[in-house]
Structures are given as structure tokens and as C-alpha cells.
């Protein structure tokens, strides 16, 4: 019962930034986590990064140093801040809201193309 919408995503040269946007329909505290998933063409979808309901956070060792995730709890919204960004980045990036820690039942938002390219 949680719907995710995303925007934020485009084509940025490497080395660029870019900040994704992830809003929920209810209050990002009611679930126990938000976070940030990639799917390259023939990969599997991967964690970026993750933030729970007490603030603790968890990062990709690729993305460590030149993401961010954050929270503004008043408007229901998750973001992820992307910098220095690489070819290798380029992925459909998806928001994942988890109700409980080892949820089996996630929410997904429709994801958003990121493209890294000269």
C-alpha cells in the first residue's frame, strides 16, 4: 500500500551529477526502510543505497564517497544525490520502500534511466 514516484533522471556527462527523487504516498517513517536499486541491461538489480526509519544508512562499495542518500521527512521524500558520476553508473535506477527489516514484500517505484556518456 505504498506507491513510489521517481524523477530526477537523465543523460550527464561523466563526471556530473544528478539527484534522483523518490516520493511516497505515506510517511517514509511508517516503512522501515527507503532506498535506491540499479539494473544495467543483462545485470541483476543491485542496492545503491539505503536509509532506515532510525537514520542508519548503507552504500554500494562503488558508489561510497560520491553518493549520497537523504531524507525531508516533510514532504515524503527520499533522494539520492549523485556525483562524480561514471560511465559505469548507467543503470535504471528504482526506489524500494521496505516494511519491516526482512520484508519479502518490497515496493517498487517505476524506475527512472540514468545515463552516463560523452
Known amino acids: 500500500q505504498v506507491q513510489l514516484v521517481e524523477s530526477g533522471g537523465g543523460l550527464v556527462q561523466p563526471g556530473g551529477s544528478l539527484r534522483l527523487s523518490c516520493t511516497a504516498s505515506?510517511?517514509?517513517?511508517?516503512?522501515?526502510?527507503m532506498g535506491w536499486y540499479r539494473q544495467a541491461p543483462g545485470k541483476q538489480r543491485d542496492l545503491v543505497a539505503a536509509v532506515t526509519v532510525t537514520g542508519s544508512t548503507n552504500y554500494a562499495d562503488s558508489v561510497k564517497g560520491r553518493f549520497t542518500i537523504y531524507r525531508d521527512s516533510a514532504k515524503n521524500t527520499v533522494y539520492l544525490q549523485m556525483n562524480s558520476l561514471k560511465p559505469e553508473d548507467t543503470a535504471v535506477y528504482y526506489c524500494n520502500a521496505k516494511p519491516s527489516p526482512r520484508s519479502d514484500t518490497d515496493y517498487w517505484g517505476q524506475g527512472t534511466q540514468v545515463t552516463v556518456s560523452s
Open positions: 505515506r510517511s517514509i517513517f511508517s516503512v522501515y526502510s
